[in-house]
């Protein structure tokens, strides 16, 4: 099987590249070969390659850099994967591609699930909502995973960046009104191999929408604390944590204050279920140490 992989460098893309090698040729395309930004090339690209499969992992994933740059936020989270969805359908092969909870505005007091009606508050949420409705529109097979809080051990993120500001700070200011479930890219990798692997043997669920993230909830604050416990354990010195409202905190993009997604649609269907975030956390800093 030839897997194409759209993204070659970004968090989930090189979980993906660790994991799938067992199941297929994958080809991985980085923005210089497969600009999503550029819908020829990836007419070109796919008809080239001839996949059997399509990874869209790439994105514009700068969420308060979106805010100033809406037409590329678009051009990658909306036209790009919507062409993807066009070429998967052309050759008759499914598209599994990574959405957000930002799609959602965190009014709700319980945990989202994939029926709940989405209304993004900001240019990078309302991107990627447009991204799954062309992908829906083209109504080929897809996979369209929602996911949350994502973080591994390369790139820019939560976990990497609060490892340096608790080494580098006597005090840190962290938002504790934003619940959600910090989700490691090597289980959405994880996950997206199994739901791979049950397509392969003809126990396919029903194609659609679906939310993916670790199980369990926290604030951005709780998930320092964490990361910071991981810290002393290893005898490395630790700022002290004071938990602050979102208000004390300005961002140029809002964010939602419930991101819980409930994932229980894709072990039903699917039989995939996810690890707790803690979990899932010391499994990630275990393979960073």
Same mark, same amino acid.
């Not at 630790?238 to 819980?260: H, K, M």
């Given at each position: 099987?030839?897997?194409?992989?759209?993204?070659?460098?970004?968090?989930?893309?090189?979980?993906?590249?660790?994991?799938?090698?067992?199941?297929?040729?994958?080809?991985? *395309?980085?923005?210089?070969?497969?600009?999503?930004? @550029?819908?020829?090339?990836?007419?070109?690209?796919?008809?080239?390659?001839?996949?059997?499969?399509?990874?869209?992992?790439?994105?514009?994933?700068?969420?308060?850099?979106?805010?100033?740059?809406?037409?590329?936020?678009?051009?990658?989270?909306?036209?790009?994967?919507?062409?993807?969805?066009?070429?998967?359908?052309?050759?008759?092969?499914?598209?599994?591609?990574?959405?957000?909870?930002?799609?959602?505005?965190?009014?709700?007091?319980?945990?989202?699930?994939?029926?709940?009606?989405?209304?993004?508050?900001?240019?990078?949420?309302?991107?990627?909502?447009?991204?799954?409705?062309?992908?829906?529109?083209?109504?080929?097979?897809?996979?369209?995973?929602?996911?949350?809080?994502?973080?591994?051990?390369?790139?820019?993120?939560?976990?990497?960046?609060? @490892?340096?500001?608790?080494?580098?700070?006597?005090?840190?200011?962290?938002?504790?009104?934003?619940?959600?479930?910090?989700?490691?890219?090597?289980?959405?990798?994880?996950?997206?191999?199994? *739901?791979?692997?049950?397509?392969?043997?003809?126990?396919?669920?029903?194609?659609?929408?679906?939310?993916?993230?670790? @199980?369990?909830?926290?604030?951005?604050?709780?998930?320092?604390?964490?990361?910071?416990?991981?810290?002393?354990?290893?005898?490395?010195?630790?700022?002290?944590?004071?938990?602050?409202?979102?208000?004390?905190?300005?961002?140029?993009?809002?964010?939602?204050?419930?991101?819980? *997604?409930?994932?229980?649609?894709?072990?039903?269907?699917?039989?995939?279920?996810?690890?707790?975030?803690?979990?899932?956390?010391?499994?990630?800093?275990?393979?960073?140490?």
């Amino acid at each position: 099987m030839r897997i194409l992989i759209s993204g070659q460098n970004g968090q989930v893309s090189r979980e993906l590249q660790r994991r799938l090698g067992d199941v297929g040729e994958l080809i991985v *395309l980085g923005r210089d070969q497969l600009d999503l930004a @550029q819908p020829e090339q990836i007419r070109r690209q796919v008809q080239r390659v001839r996949p059997d499969l399509i990874i869209n992992a790439a994105a514009h994933t700068a969420v308060d850099q979106a805010e100033s740059e809406p037409a590329q936020a678009f051009a990658i989270n909306a036209t790009g994967p919507g062409v993807l969805a066009e070429e998967a359908l052309a050759l008759g092969i499914p598209l599994i591609h990574y959405s957000t909870d930002y799609v959602f505005d965190g009014s709700k007091t319980a945990p989202y699930n994939e029926d709940d009606v989405p209304n993004p508050l900001g240019v990078y949420g309302k991107s990627k909502r447009a991204g799954e409705q062309a992908i829906t529109a083209v109504q080929g097979l897809h996979l369209i995973l929602r996911t949350s809080w994502v973080y591994s051990t390369h790139g820019r993120n939560f976990l990497l960046t609060m @490892q340096r500001l608790l080494q580098e700070k006597p005090e840190l200011r962290i938002v504790a009104d934003q619940i959600g479930a910090p989700t490691w890219a090597g289980t959405i990798a994880e996950s997206t191999l199994a *739901l791979i692997e049950r397509w392969q043997a003809g126990q396919a669920g029903a194609w659609g929408t679906y939310h993916l993230t670790a @199980q369990g909830e926290t604030s951005w604050f709780g998930f320092a604390q964490a990361i910071g416990d991981a810290l002393r354990e290893q005898g490395k010195p630790c700022a002290n944590l004071l938990p602050i409202p979102s208000s004390d905190y300005p961002t140029p993009a809002a964010r939602p204050l419930n991101s819980r *997604l409930d994932c229980s649609r894709l072990q039903r269907e699917w039989g995939v279920c996810q690890p707790d975030w803690q979990t899932a956390l010391r499994e990630c800093l275990a393979g960073q140490a």
